[in-house]
Antibody, heavy 120, light 111 residues
């Protein structure tokens, strides 16, 4: 069974940074692309970026240029998303979700989400 | 970036009746190999999104055959044959042809 285990909820001050983590299995880490998608309260889904963990090849939406970093920890099969320069507009639930890069089959498994609240 | 437009925004339905959601892309999602890179997701209240349909018309594992994805190029449709109470939630289409992957604004299915 596939499990994507995400880190706990965070409360951050404006201007600070947050790290959200997504722990996977060895098979998922070595075979799949992991994506980050966020959802502001009451709003729709927004793709942020993705990483191929074995290559540490990360891409992100240029909307987040300069303040989003996505990277992989090969020792724990975990991917991390660092978002800096937080504002209230970054208050959202952050999901990781996997896709197969060689035989596309959609975002077939999603993590439970991590709630990030940005408030002074 | 590609723009994805869904309609309707809200869809009141009666159990047992069919339902249909439209999704349009600002550019063709047809890949050279013949696949349309368009997915459908359902987000039930309080849950993470779940995959229903990938590559335009392929049902994900465990998805009932009441759900059908169709269309090609720039116009796609998700059809639910006979709506059940458990189908309520927000349905999203998403283009996966290029990054950034873009989601439609969502369609809220209500009983």
């Amino acid at each position: 069974q596939v499990h994507l285990v995400q880190s706990q909820a965070e409360v951050k001050k404006p201007g600070s940074s947050v790290r959200v983590s997504c722990k996977t299995s060895e098979v998922t880490f070595k075979t799949y692309t992991l994506n980050w998608v966020r959802q502001a309260p009451g709003q729709g889904l927004e793709w942020m970026g993705r990483i191929v963990p074995t290559l540490n090849d990360a891409r992100h939406d240029r909307k987040f240029e300069g303040r989003l970093a996505i990277f992989a920890d090969t020792s724990t099969y975990t991917i991390h998303m660092d978002l800096s320069g937080l504002t209230s507009e970054d208050s959202a639930t952050y999901f990781c979700a996997r896709t197969n890069p060689t035989s596309y089959g959609g975002y077939d498994y999603w993590g439970p989400g991590t709630v990030v609240t940005v408030s002074s | 970036d590609l723009v994805m437009t869904q309609s309707p925004v809200s869809l009141p339905v009666t159990p047992g009746e069919p339902a249909s959601i439209s999704c349009r892309s600002s550019r063709s999602l047809l890949h050279g190999r013949g696949d349309n890179y368009l997915d459908w997701y359902l987000q039930k209240p309080g849950q993470s999104p779940q995959l229903l349909i990938f590559l335009g018309s392929n049902r994900a594992s465990g998805v009932p055959d009441r759900f059908t994805g169709s269309g090609s190029g720039t116009h796609f449709t998700l059809t639910i044959d006979k709506v059940e109470a458990g189908d309520v939630g927000v349905y999203y289409c998403m283009q996966a042809l290029q990054t950034p992957n873009i989601f439609g604004q969502g369609t809220k299915l209500e009983i």
